[in-house]
């Protein structure tokens, strides 16, 4: 089992640039790729970004988030982060931070395994 609480989610004005983080607790080992997710209300949940636990700090990024975003990682801390800059009211959501245990690389969603219970973000015009 792995456990994943997120933070850092708030209320901020387009153009401003806000940080989430996610701590990971219990088998930390099992994990592969940590990602960030978003759900907007009536849409259905998105890939944000995702990085390696292990080995290679590999990332890759939604393109409406590319060049805005930055997916970074502690593994003494165990610990994610997205540092968003740059914000839109389209990047209004909910963030979920969660863990593949079996694939590298992943972005489907369905091939994550345990999820966090998600930090609001709202960005007003």
């Known amino acids: 089992q792995v456990q994943l609480v997120e933070s850092g989610g708030g209320l901020v004005q387009a153009g401003e640039s806000l940080r989430l983080s996610c701590a990971a607790s219990?088998?930390?080992?099992?994990?592969?790729?940590m990602g960030w997710f978003r759900q907007a209300p009536g849409k259905e949940r998105e890939f944000v970004a995702r990085i390696n636990w292990s080995g290679d700090r590999h990332t890759y990024y939604a393109d409406s988030v590319k060049g805005r975003f930055t997916i970074s990682r502690d593994n003494a801390k165990n610990m994610v982060y997205l540092q968003m800059n740059s914000l839109k009211p389209e990047d209004t959501a909910v963030y979920y931070c969660?863990?593949?245990?079996?694939?590298?690389?992943?972005?489907?969603?369905?091939?994550?395994?345990?999820w966090g219970q998600g930090t609001q973000v709202t960005v007003s015009s």
């Open positions: 969660a863990v593949c245990r079996t694939k590298a690389y992943s972005i489907d969603g369905g091939e994550y395994d345990y």
């Open positions: 219990g088998r930390t080992f099992s994990m592969y790729t």
